[in-house]
């Protein structure tokens, strides 16, 4: 059974700097695509920054240039480096797989629970 479970998430002045980590268990065959998505109270959870199986970056428009998306396939890890958050930064980060379980097998998207990121001084 595939798991993914964040870490690092918590308070952070603006300005400063926040890495969040997603550690993924269990077995899988391939991945597709790696991601972090938040969510802020009232709002739908949105795209911040995703990583294509060839290591290819991608970022939502409000994040360019201060956060960057990076992933370690020997230790089944990926993580979302935050530079300069804003108070606009804060939500819920959820971390997100496409992987195959199999060759030739139908893609499948696995969600971590969530962690609070708070940008506030």
């Known amino acids: 059974q595939v798991q993914l479970a964040e870490s690092g998430g918590g308070l952070v002045q603006p300005g400063g700097s926040l890495r969040l980590s997603c550690a993924r268990s269990g077995s899988i065959f391939s991945i597709d ?28 428009d409000p994040v360019k240039g201060r956060f960057t998306i990076s992933r370690d396939n020997a230790k089944n890890m990926v993580y979302l480096q935050m530079n300069s958050p804003k108070p606009e930064d804060t939500a819920v980060y959820y971390c997100n797989v496409r ?23």
């Open 33 to 60: 695509y790696m991601a972090w998505y938040r969510q802020a109270p009232g709002k739908e959870r949105e795209l911040v920054a995703g990583i294509t199986s060839d290591g290819s970056p991608i970022y939502a």
């Open 99 to 121: 992987a195959r379980l199999r060759f030739g097998g139908q893609q499948i998207a696995y969600w971590g629970p969530g962690i609070q990121v708070t940008v506030s001084s």
